[in-house]
Nanobody, 126 residues
């Protein structure tokens, strides 16, 4: 099990940028597949991005490709979501999540992730 804490959310105008961070606890953090999901009011949680343990496999939802980037710094037990060219439809609570250590592939399914952070609010004004 790993504890996750997100930060970096806030209010930004359309076209602006934010960088979300997710710090994980535990000695196994560096080998977990990690993901970012988001949930807007009244909508289901949706996949945003995922990265494998060493960063050589990354996946992004079509809605954010070309605008968002996922990365990780294992020395800091941290993953990042760089969000550029933000749109009002990106408004949501953003969550980071960790897959169990035995799962080495990225996944777009929320049910594939075992541990979740508390979320950070991102609001994009038009």
């Amino acid at each position: 099990q790993v504890q996750l804490v997100e930060s970096g959310g806030g209010l930004v105008e359309a076209g602006g940028s934010l960088r979300l961070s997710c710090v994980g606890s535990g000695r196994t953090f560096s080998i977990h597949v990690m993901g970012w999901f988001r949930q807007a009011p009244g909508k289901e949680r949706e996949f945003v991005a995922a990265i494998n343990w060493n960063g050589d496999s990354r996946d992004l939802a079509d809605s954010v490709k070309g605008r968002f980037t996922i990365s990780r710094d294992s020395a800091k037990n941290t993953i990042y979501l760089q969000m550029n060219s933000l749109k009002p439809e990106d408004t949501a609570v953003y969550y980071c999540a960790a897959r169990p250590t035995q799962n080495v592939m990225t996944s777009r399914r929320a049910a594939a992730y075992a541990d979740w952070g508390q979320g950070t609010q991102v609001t994009v004004s038009s």
